[in-house]
């Protein structure tokens, strides 16, 4: 029967497998509502809408997820609606429950996916795509959208990868991009009131009925038209879908306030990647990073309240017992009240032994006032910093504006106060690039171990070098350029390698972790790629593809040789979605879907890349018209409120 327990099926499977913990559920604060909980209509019509959200990953990754764990919470609010959540399964589970029939489950009821109104999943990286196949084909939901009947949940996409859905197209029903919180409530209400009516047109009218609001994108509705060459000639609403809309906007959520979510953040019962309440300060960034499909995406800035920060924290600690609090946001330094948020925070947890951390902090966003409030009440760990670019040069064409003093200076302030270590963060094979711009990452981490040991007088002085490789991403202005191939970012490294370690005096105090070329020109296809791309998705998943964000997991043979025949015969290959520089009146596969940002700004601002022109933050200046604000009607929303977070009272 629908929404019956599967977990005397699932029991006998657990110890068969490692960490059978991520399948139990139960966790603090998780929730398992009533299958029936809205009741019935007059005419006994079904009024519960039920939602399985998924994070395409392992429990020790998607469980801490920040996305998910807001829309599991504001969905199971509603009393008329269920949310549970599902994650990727092993291999080994994956094998057991396909040998004993079991359906992909989730982990609140260990309820069949199948029996769900929506499979929902949070796309943050491209590389989760054949673990979201893995989970609709185990759920026993047919592979293609084409495929499914009025008995299947729709399949809908949410995440910075929704952003451009076309490499899934085929395997997904729907996509929202942008924010979720009002959009998945406004898809509930529709889904209802498609139920109370009795179901009229099955999942066809129900699809219709959401690609006409215009901010749900249904890939069934479009049709694209290809060139002789290659290139897109059109994107269009089929003929048939009347009513479907040119262009597909996003969601933004304006007065974060208002959205105090999670109230009650999860607690997991097995070890994760973050073992912390976390609280978004701000969602949104001005910064202007070209790279940062994240900062374009999210436009505008809008800051939670220094008030409403302290309440969640309060309510969070409370309902988990954690004992770090992580203050979020893409450049969390940038809250214009974050002086003000930390020092109260820990004023008000002192003794307490409650930390609290930041993400990476810019390099001109940080002091020592800041950085030692943050550890006041914790324990005194390595700062982290993202110059992103070796040179003062590159760093123009990204647009970050930091100088190479900037960062010295900031390093030499943070070993006089007593730091040990720093890790930086880079990239590779950014656009216009060259040998000189990478090796010049060496000559500054050398900097930074002789001035910290001039100004601490101690030879214990560590910097890591952490390098990234550049994928150009859709909604950016860098969404025309050339990717460096995976052999020429490879040799590159090298390169920089051999230059930390020629000197012998300063190079045995710098770390470097990097990651080779090959992962990026994969994810390169999947987040630059069009329709076609996902026979190769398919291919690589066929042919055992799992879990391609772990490098223990990723096989890039597999995924050349699976692209060398899904595009035999056919005018693109794996280098013409990847290393080939697009030109400005190219269609690009993500064009129907608005992100507010104008394409002719993008573009501006791409030949200023390459003019090494920087760009100033619009918070704090002239609005230079992206297009975002009016587009979608929002504007920036920054303090500050001149409130202070005062201590809690005990009664």
């Given at each position: 029967?629908?929404?019956e327990?599967?977990f005397?099926?699932?029991e006998?499977?657990l110890?068969?497998?490692?960490?059978?913990?991520?399948?139990?559920?139960?966790?603090?604060n998780?929730?398992?509502?009533?299958w029936?909980?809205?009741?019935?209509?007059?005419?006994?019509?079904?009024?519960?809408?039920?939602?399985?959200?998924?994070?395409?990953?392992?429990?020790?990754?998607?469980l801490?997820?920040q996305?998910?764990?807001?829309?599991?919470?504001?969905?199971?609010?509603?009393?008329?609606?269920?949310?549970?959540?599902?994650?990727?399964?092993?291999?080994?589970?994956?094998?057991?429950?396909?040998?004993?029939?079991?359906p992909?489950?989730?982990?609140?009821g260990?309820?069949?996916?199948?029996?769900?109104?929506?499979?929902?999943?949070?796309?943050?990286?491209?590389?989760?795509?054949?673990?979201?196949?893995?989970?609709?084909?185990?759920?026993?939901?047919?592979?293609?959208?084409?495929d499914?009947?009025?008995?299947?949940?729709?399949?809908?996409?949410?995440?910075?990868?929704a952003?451009?859905?076309?490499?899934?197209?085929?395997?997904?029903?729907?996509?929202?991009?942008g924010?979720?919180e009002?959009?998945?409530?406004?898809?509930?209400?529709?889904?209802?009131?498609?139920?109370?009516?009795?179901?009229?047109?099955?999942?066809?009218?129900?699809?219709?009925?959401?690609?006409?609001?215009?901010?749900?994108?249904?890939p069934?509705?479009?049709?694209?038209?290809?060139?002789?060459?290659?290139?897109?000639?059109?994107?269009?609403?089929?003929?048939?879908?009347?009513?479907?809309?040119?262009?597909?906007?996003k969601?933004?959520?304006?007065?974060?306030?208002?959205?105090?979510?999670?109230?009650?953040?999860?607690?997991?019962?097995?070890?994760?990647?973050?073992?912390?309440m976390?609280?978004?300060?701000?969602?949104?960034?001005?910064?202007?990073?070209?790279?940062?499909?994240?900062?374009?995406?999210?436009r505008?800035?809008?800051?939670?309240s220094?008030t409403?920060?302290?309440e969640?924290?309060?309510?969070?600690l409370?309902?988990?017992?954690?004992?770090?609090?992580?203050?979020?946001?893409?450049?969390s330094?940038?809250?214009?009240?974050?002086?003000?948020?930390?020092?109260?925070?820990?004023?008000?947890?002192?003794?307490?032994?409650?930390?609290?951390?930041?993400?990476?902090?810019?390099?001109?966003?940080?002091?020592?006032d800041?950085?030692n409030?943050?550890?006041?009440?914790?324990?005194?760990s390595?700062?982290?910093?993202?110059?992103?670019?070796?040179?003062?040069?590159?760093?123009?064409?990204?647009?970050?504006?930091?100088?190479?003093?900037?960062?010295?200076?900031?390093?030499?302030?943070?070993f006089?106060?007593?730091?040990?270590?720093?890790?930086?963060y880079?990239?590779?094979?950014?656009?216009?690039?060259t040998?000189?711009?990478?090796l010049?990452?060496?000559?500054?981490?050398?900097?930074?171990?002789?001035?910290?040991?001039?100004?601490?007088?101690r030879?214990?002085?560590?910097?890591?070098?952490?390098?990234?490789?550049?994928?150009?991403?859709?909604?950016t202005?860098?969404?025309?350029?050339?990717?460096?191939?995976?052999?020429?970012?490879?040799?590159r490294l090298?390169?920089?390698?051999?230059?930390?370690?020629?000197?012998?005096?300063?190079?045995?105090?710098i770390?470097?972790?990097?990651?080779?070329?090959?992962?990026?020109?994969?994810?390169?296809?999947?987040?630059?790629?069009?329709?076609?791309?996902?026979?190769?998705?398919?291919?690589?998943?066929?042919d055992?593809?799992?879990?391609?964000?772990?490098?223990?997991?990723?096989?890039?043979?597999r995924?050349?040789?699976?692209?060398?025949?899904?595009?035999?015969?056919?005018?693109v290959?794996?280098?013409?979605?990847?290393?080939?520089e697009?030109?400005?009146?190219?269609?690009?596969?993500?064009?129907?879907?608005?992100?507010?940002?104008?394409?002719?700004?993008?573009?501006?601002?791409?030949?200023?890349?390459?003019?090494?022109?920087?760009?100033?933050?619009?918070?704090?200046?002239?609005?230079?018209?992206?297009?975002?604000?009016p587009?979608m009607?929002t504007e920036?929303?920054i303090?500050?409120?001149?409130?202070k977070?005062?201590?809690?009272?005990?009664?």
């Amino acid at each position: 029967m629908a929404g019956e327990s599967l977990f005397a099926q699932l029991e006998p499977l657990l110890e068969q497998v490692s960490k059978p913990i991520q399948y139990v559920g139960g966790e603090l604060n998780s929730k398992v509502k009533d299958w029936h909980c809205g009741g019935v209509g007059p005419h006994g019509e079904e009024l519960t809408v039920r939602w399985t959200l998924m994070y395409p990953d392992a429990y020790e990754i998607g469980l801490p997820n920040q996305g998910v764990m807001i829309l599991y919470e504001v969905l199971g609010e509603r009393p008329d609606t269920i949310a549970e959540r599902s994650y990727s399964v092993w291999a080994d589970m994956e094998a057991a429950m396909r040998d004993a029939g079991v359906p992909q489950f989730t982990v609140d009821g260990h309820r069949a996916v199948r029996d769900f109104d929506v499979f929902g999943f949070s796309l943050s990286t491209e590389l989760g795509y054949t673990n979201m196949l893995t989970a609709i084909d185990l759920a026993g939901i047919p592979l293609h959208s084409a495929d499914r009947t009025d008995d299947d949940p729709i399949v809908l996409i949410g995440g910075h990868a929704a952003f451009n859905p076309e490499p899934v197209a085929d395997f997904i029903d729907a996509a929202v991009i942008g924010d979720g919180e009002e959009a998945l409530l406004r898809i509930t209400d529709l889904i209802k009131a498609w139920k109370a009516e009795g179901r009229p047109g099955g999942r066809r009218e129900l699809l219709l009925r959401l690609a006409r609001t215009g901010g749900v994108y249904v890939p069934a509705f479009y049709d694209v038209d290809y060139l002789p060459d290659g290139r897109i000639k059109r994107v269009a609403p089929s003929p048939a879908a009347h009513g479907v809309p040119w262009r597909v906007s996003k969601h933004t959520v304006m007065d974060l306030d208002a959205w105090p979510y999670p109230k009650q953040p999860l607690v997991p019962l097995a070890e994760t990647v973050h073992e912390r309440m976390s609280v978004e300060i701000f969602r949104g960034c001005t910064r202007g990073c070209r790279f940062c499909q994240a900062g374009m995406i999210t436009r505008p800035v809008r800051e939670r309240s220094i008030t409403g920060i302290g309440e969640m924290v309060e309510k969070g600690l409370a309902a988990t017992g954690f004992e770090e609090v992580g203050l979020l946001s893409l450049s969390s330094a940038d809250h214009s009240e974050i002086g003000d948020i930390t020092k109260g925070l820990a004023d008000r947890y002192e003794g307490s032994q409650t930390g609290l951390s930041l993400p990476s902090t810019r390099v001109d966003a940080f002091n020592i006032d800041l950085a030692n409030e943050l550890t006041r009440n914790g324990r005194r760990s390595g700062l982290t910093f993202a110059p992103e670019g070796g040179s003062e040069r590159i760093r123009k064409v990204i647009n970050k504006m930091v100088s190479e003093e900037d960062l010295i200076n900031t390093v030499a302030a943070a070993f006089s106060a007593g730091w040990r270590q720093v890790k930086l963060y880079f990239m590779c094979g950014l656009p216009t690039e060259t040998d000189e711009d990478v090796l010049q990452i060496a000559d500054l981490a050398k900097r930074v171990i002789e001035t910290g040991r001039k100004v601490s007088g101690r030879k214990d002085i560590r910097c890591t070098v952490s390098i990234g490789g550049f994928v150009p991403k859709p909604h950016t202005p860098f969404q025309w350029a050339a990717q460096l191939g995976a052999e020429e970012t490879d040799v590159r490294l090298a390169k920089l390698k051999d230059a930390i370690k020629s000197d012998r005096r300063l190079g045995s105090s710098i770390g470097m972790r990097y990651h080779d070329g090959k992962p990026g020109i994969v994810e390169g296809l999947l987040s630059r790629g069009d329709r076609r791309v996902g026979a190769v998705i398919e291919a690589v998943w066929r042919d055992g593809g799992r879990f391609d964000g772990w490098s223990e997991h990723f096989s890039y043979d597999r995924w050349m040789d699976c692209a060398a025949t899904a595009f035999e015969g056919s005018p693109v290959d794996v280098a013409w979605y990847t290393t080939r520089e697009r030109d400005e009146n190219e269609v690009l596969p993500w064009d129907h879907l608005d992100s507010g940002l104008d394409k002719d700004w993008l573009w501006d601002d791409w030949q200023d890349a390459i003019d090494e022109r920087e760009l100033d933050d619009c918070r704090w200046t002239p609005c230079y018209d992206c297009g975002v604000c009016p587009q979608m009607n929002t504007e920036i929303q920054i303090g500050p409120t001149g409130k202070k977070l005062l201590p809690l009272t005990v009664i």
